[in-house]
C-alpha cells in the first residue's frame, strides 16, 4: 500500500509539473516577450552559438537585464537589451579592434548589442575555466553584473578560507565580505588592507541577477 501511495503521489507530482510548464508556455506564448523573442532570436541564436552558449540562457539574461525593451537604460548608463555600459562598448571595440564609433552602435542598435552582451559574456566566462558548467556560467553572470574585479577579489577571501574559488555558492557568500566594515578579515587577505578592486555594496543586487537568470534558464530549457 506504501509502495501504491509513494507512486501515485510521484504520478501526481509529474502531471503538476507538466501541467505548471505547459500554463508558463502559453502564458509566453501570449505575452509581448514573445513577439520581441521571434524579432531577435535569429541574431541570439547566431551568437550565442558562436560563443558556445544555450540561446536560452542568453533569452533569461534579456528578460532579466531589459525585458526586451530596447531603449531601456539604467541609472548608471547602461543600455539596451543587454545593458551594456559606455565604458564596457568600448572596451569590447578595443578587444574587437574595431573603430571607436561603433559604440554608439553597440548601445543603441539592438542586434549590435545583443553581439556585443553575448561577447562580453563569454570574455567573463573565460575568466573561470577551472569551474564546471553551472559554477562557471553562474560567476560568469556574476561578473558580468559586476565587474570580474569583484569575483576576483571574492576568490582571494575563498582561498584564504580554504575554499574553492570556482564554486558560486562560496563566492557568492564572499561577495557579502568586501564592505570598509570587513575590514579585519580584508588585512589577513591583502597586504594593503582592502580589497584589490575596492569595497563593494551592490552584492545583493548581483545575488539576485545570477539567481534570478539561472532559475529562468531552467524554466526556459523546458518551454522554449
Same mark, same amino acid.
Given at each position: 500500500m506504501a509502495a501504491e501511495d509513494s507512486l501515485s503521489n510521484h504520478i501526481k507530482r509529474v502531471i503538476e509539473e507538466k501541467k505548471r510548464y505547459w500554463d508558463l508556455k502559453k /502564458?509566453?506564448?501570449?505575452?509581448? &516577450? $514573445? @513577439?520581441? !523573442? !521571434?524579432k531577435y532570436r535569429p541574431i541570439i541564436r547566431k551568437y550565442a552559438k558562436r560563443h558556445g552558449f544555450d540561446w536560452r540562457l542568453i533569452v533569461a539574461q534579456i528578460m532579466q537585464e531589459s525585458k526586451f525593451r530596447q531603449t531601456a537604460r539604467s541609472r548608471v548608463g547602461?543600455?539596451?537589451l543587454m545593458q551594456i555600459t559606455p565604458r564596457t562598448a568600448k572596451e569590447i571595440t578595443r578587444d574587437l579592434e574595431v573603430h571607436e564609433f561603433d559604440v554608439k552602435y553597440i548601445l543603441k542598435n539592438p542586434r549590435e548589442n545583443i553581439a556585443a552582451g553575448i561577447y562580453h559574456l563569454k570574455k567573463q566566462y573565460n575568466y573561470f575555466p577551472q569551474a564546471d558548467f553551472p559554477n562557471r556560467t553562474k560567476l560568469s553572470l556574476a561578473s558580468y553584473n559586476c565587474g570580474a574585479g569583484r569575483i576576483f577579489d571574492a576568490? $582571494?577571501?575563498?582561498? &584564504? &578560507? @580554504? @575554499?574553492?574559488?570556482y564554486q558560486w555558492m562560496s563566492i557568492r557568500e564572499y561577495l557579502t565580505m568586501l564592505k570598509a566594515s570587513d575590514w579585519e578579515l580584508h588585512l589577513q587577505v591583502w597586504p594593503l588592507g582592502r580589497p584589490k578592486y575596492g569595497y563593494f555594496y551592490g552584492? /545583493? /543586487?548581483t545575488l539576485n541577477y545570477v539567481e534570478n537568470i539561472w532559475e529562468l534558464f531552467q524554466i526556459y530549457k523546458r518551454i522554449l
Open positions: /502564458e509566453f506564448e501570449n505575452s509581448r &516577450y $514573445n @513577439k520581441s !523573442l !521571434l547602461a543600455t539596451g576568490q $582571494n577571501i575563498a582561498h &584564504y &578560507y @580554504k @575554499k574553492s574559488p552584492y /545583493e /543586487e
